[in-house]
């Protein structure tokens, strides 16, 4: 087991990714169109929209036999009845579904989704609704906003669409319409993993996190987003669960400079990036560059 996939001490990473001519996360309030800081013109991609796509990356390696179904099942994916899913954990554990479930029943579908959901260990998840309540788990990832190094200058495109989709307007097909990208952005996103009493969080958990998080846009790409990549994850990981230095200071410590006199960075070479070396950083804290 190497340090920086050890649950039972603290971790803290710098999770970086760029975007190029594309939408990274859509803001449902604004259209759809990348989300953005309206005061600082900043680019942002939420944590829920990261989570997002931890988890669609950890079921397609399901899929294709790359990780085991057990244990890493997803709880919260497109298609699927949340209750539904409490449910079943009620029928396989022999529990009295209700209104007013017993605590002990409770806990028992809590304990039971925390060891079969990969998302509900890492995450947690509030699974109080319906006749099957297994409680709120709190999980050891909490995943931050990521945010870009500079403004970003979204760009709107108008497209035609050829095919009508009524017979009586065949003849007169071509249907506007538009879509909005970023030419460029450096996203920074903080990542940190804290381990908790009851924490049934393994190595082999750990290990699927940074490196479902090093690839998970080239399995997760769509029309909107076509050309999002990762470029670095820095992970710093201390001897203990309770951690030997402040997050920030250990995250500010990865430089990150624009090399360019261009207000908008329009390229990954107009920055660059220089993390500490490998190894002990500080006392009782130790570096790992994972890509």
């Known amino acids: 087991m190497t340090t920086h996939s050890d649950p039972t001490v603290k971790h803290d990473a710098l999770y970086l990714f760029e975007a190029y001519d594309s939408n990274p996360n859509g803001d449902p309030d604004n259209a759809g169109k990348p989300r953005t800081d309206l005061d600082t013109g900043h680019g942002l991609v939420s944590d829920v929209s990261i989570k997002r796509k931890v988890r669609d990356a950890i079921q397609f390696q399901i899929d294709e036999g790359i990780l085991p179904a057990e244990h890493n099942r ?124 009851n924490n049934q969080v393994t190595s082999v958990d750990l290990e699927a996190l940074w490196s479902t998080l090093t690839n998970m846009f080239e399995v997760t790409r769509s029309a909107a987003r076509p050309d999002v990549s990762v470029r670095n994850l820095f992970v710093f990981s201390h001897s203990n669960a309770l951690g030997n230095a402040p997050a920030r200071t250990l995250l500010d410590s990865i430089k990150i400079t624009k090399t360019t006199d261009k207000e908008i960075p329009t390229t990954g070479a107009d920055y660059t990036i220089t993390p500490p070396v490998e190894g002990e950083v500080k006392p009782g804290v130790t570096f790992k560059q994972v890509l």
Do not use: W
Not at 75 to 89: K, M, P, Q, S, T
Not at 166 to 180: C, V, Y
């Open 74 to 197: 997803i709880f919260i994916r497109r298609g699927v009845a949340l209750n539904a899913e409490l449910e079943d954990a009620y029928d396989t554990l022999g529990l009295e579904k209700g209104k007013n479930v017993k605590g002990d029943s409770v806990a028992k579908a809590g304990s039971y989704m925390v060891e079969n959901y990969f998302d509900v260990r890492m995450f947690g998840a509030v699974m109080s609704t319906g006749n099957a309540s297994a409680g709120k788990i709190t999980g050891p990832v909490t995943i931050g906003i990521a945010r870009s190094l500079d403004p970003v200058l979204p760009i709107d495109l108008s497209i035609t669409r050829t095919a009508s989709t009524k017979e009586e307007n065949k003849d007169n097909a071509s249907q506007m319409g538009s879509k909005t990208v970023i030419p460029y952005g450096l996203y920074a996103c903080r990542v940190h993993y804290q381990p908790t009493r």
